[in-house]
């Protein structure tokens, strides 16, 4: 994103391929489907707009934030869309249709966003250190476990659906068991974490911090079911 806009980059030879204009103010968060072309991108101009990315077309525009729209999420399947914004509130599009399906309203700003299966179950990380889940089909809230000290900035999924991390302004990044919402693992970062994601097949975690660092984390070299303290390998660049 550069202000307003989204440039999209074809990642064989470095080059500029489209750039996305529609947006009244500042993009803060895109994501792209999982089974098709169609990419998200959220503003503070309470938006989110659906796009075409081989073609730059816009395709939908999606209303009902009444403040900055800061993270979005697509279920597994593509087939739903979740958004969450200043106004405290989290939103549940259908992406065909692209209607609001639901709306949840959190006691706190959620800050990241992940499904933790196709449709059912949503778990957000808010500024106050909690991981909440969201059952979307009793439209009720679920657990909710004290995760870190300070706000969680992002969640990832393993593919394998087996692992969620979570990472945070206290400088952690943390592995959570999802069928037990156990505690696994705890690393130990060099700065406040802004973003995690799993490769596809699942071996390596790259996360992003604060300080402009970006790590490599073998997934395989911390096996075993003790939490531990690890100091992180990263890759800076």
């Known amino acids: 994103t550069n202000g307003h806009i989204v440039d999209l980059w074809n990642l064989s030879t470095s080059q500029r391929q489209e750039t996305l204009v529609g947006h009244r103010d500042r993009v803060d968060a895109v994501c792209f489907a999982p ?15 659906l796009w075409d990315s081989a073609e730059g077309r816009l395709l939908q525009t999606l209303e009902g934030h009444s403040d900055d729209v800061r993270s979005l999420a697509f279920s597994s399947d593509g087939s739903m869309l979740a958004s969450r914004s200043d106004d405290f509130g989290i939103c549940l599009w259908d992406v065909k249709s ?20 196709e449709i059912a179950i949503l778990v957000s990380g808010d500024s106050e250190g909690f991981i909440k889940l969201w059952n979307l089909t009793t439209d009720r809230l679920g657990p909710v476990v004290s995760a870190h000290e300070k706000g969680i900035r992002c969640l990832a999924i393993s593919p394998d659906r087996r692992s969620l991390v979570s990472g945070s302004v206290d400088q952690t990044l943390k592995f959570w068991d999802v069928e037990t919402l156990q505690l696994m693992l705890t690393a130990v970062c060099p700065g406040e974490v802004t973003g995690a994601g799993f490769a596809p097949d699942g071996s390596t975690l790259v996360i992003t911090c604060n300080d402009g660092t970006v790590m490599l984390f073998r997934v395989e070299e911390f096996g075993g079911d003790e ?11």
């Open 98 to 117: 692209g209607s609001l399906r639901d709306s949840y309203r959190n006691d706190s700003k959620a800050r990241a966003l992940a499904f933790l299966d």
């Open 35 to 49: 089974t098709s072309r169609l990419l998200a991108s959220a503003s503070w101009d309470q938006t989110i707009r």
């Open 227 to 237: 939490v531990s303290e690890a100091a992180f390998p990263r890759t800076q660049r």
